[in-house]
């Protein structure tokens, strides 16, 4: 029997931007190849060059319907068009010492009142409560369902390329990435209202530099043009250009780690957007993905790859202190953070020391 679609309503992108801008140029993991052993190992590679020299890259034929995604999207906006009120009972509680299932108001960071507002949804493996307002309650059921199939339809053969490319069993990031396992991975929707003319003639970016904690963190089509990467090849900033039906990947601390700095984490940020598109929101949707919270962040020892490059020690492990756990790194990272989005313009924050041989890493 076909379970009965709640009514979203249309939702409508906002048109791209008219401006020639420095586009990065990033390559496309085609994962409608991903099914024949040449097309695995071509992807592989594809996949190993993008995150150890460009840094991001795009996923397409991933096999969830844009339908699906755009239903997403108009969960996220009428999400957030509810009252403040309403979303304020989503505060988590604990929220400073990294319990951030739930809403982020905006304003949490120093300088010009920051306009980010955050929604983050956990797993759905019975390890976290999933307490919502009514409009994402009555939804639930298809956020599980697109949240799960994330895992399968893109994250699983990412995760199978990578140990292909590293020479491990394909299984071996797979096995530290289960759905069932208790992880911090979650399903964002994002907010960035947008700012006055005036407002952004006086920021230089909305967002500082940074890298992400995770493994990979997907992030759906953006037509508003904002996000920037900084180059591992020669540390210049370039935008990031929306494609249809693709997810924008960016490879993060956790993978960084695992490999001794193999796989490079890339800085990223979000800078005003152009001028025809300062006038609207900027609405995210996005999904992070985490190794289990019991994993050791220590350099993998069984790549054949990672042997013969000398890719041997993390940063933890060449400073000779100890290496956390995923959750560990991840309890030490929030202390530092007002908010979960990303690392703050406090001064006295940047470069801290959050663990022995990790620093706070802002790249303005
Ligand atoms: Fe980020």
């Known amino acids: 029997m076909p379970v009965p679609v709640p009514q979203l309503g249309s939702f409508d992108y906002v048109p791209e931007t008219k401006e020639n801008l420095d586009w990065a140029d ?23 060059n993008a995150i150890r ?59 010009l009142r920051d306009k980010t507002e955050i929604y983050n949804i956990p ?15 009555q939804n639930l059921p298809e956020i599980e369902e697109f949240a799960r199939a994330l895992h399968t339809e893109v994250l699983d053969p990412l995760f199978v390329l990578l140990a292909i490319a590293l020479e491990l069993p394909e299984d071996y990031f797979t096995k530290i990435h289960q759905y069932s396992e208790k992880s911090e991975d979650h399903l964002r929707y994002m907010k ?7 407002e952004n003639k006086t920021l230089d970016n909305w967002g500082y530099g940074h890298t992400d904690l995770g493994s990979f963190t997907l992030l759906f089509r953006q037509p508003v043009a904002a996000l920037q990467i900084r180059s591992h090849v020669n540390n210049e900033w370039k935008w990031v250009k929306p494609q249809d039906a693709t997810l924008t990947v960016n490879a993060c601390d956790a993978l960084q780690l695992l490999t001794a700095g193999y796989v490079k984490s890339t800085i990223h940020r979000v800078t005003v957007p152009p001028l025809d598109q300062q006038h609207v929101d900027r609405l995210g949707l996005l999904y992070f993905s985490r190794p289990h919270n019991d994993v050791p962040l220590a350099t993998i020892k069984e790549s054949p790859v990672l042997q ?25 990272v929030v202390e530092y953070l007002p908010s979960p989005t990303g690392y703050h313009g406090d001064t006295k924050y940047r470069n801290a020391v959050i663990l022995p041989g990790f620093a706070e890493r802002p790249y303005v």
């Open 53 to 111: 020299n460009e840094g991001f890259f795009y996923v397409k034929n991933f096999n969830i319907s844009q339908e699906r995604v755009n239903r997403q999207f108009s969960i996220g906006k009428q999400f957030y068009d509810l009252p403040l009120e309403e979303k304020e009972k989503y505060i988590p509680e604990g929220l400073d010492q990294g319990k951030f299932n739930g809403y982020v108001p905006a304003g949490r960071r120093t300088g």
């Open 123 to 137: 797993k759905f493996n019975g390890y976290f409560p999933h307490e919502h307002p009514e409009l994402i309650q």
């Open 308 to 332: 013969r490059e000398g890719f041997v020690k993390n940063d933890f492990e060449t400073s000779g202190n100890s290496v956390p756990t995923m959750e560990g790194l991840f309890f030490e």
């Open 26 to 48: 990033l390559v496309t993991v085609d994962l409608g190849l991903y099914n024949t052993p040449e097309g695995k190992k071509q992807l592989a590679q594809t996949l190993i």
């Open 192 to 198: 960035y209202t947008k700012y006055s003319l005036e």
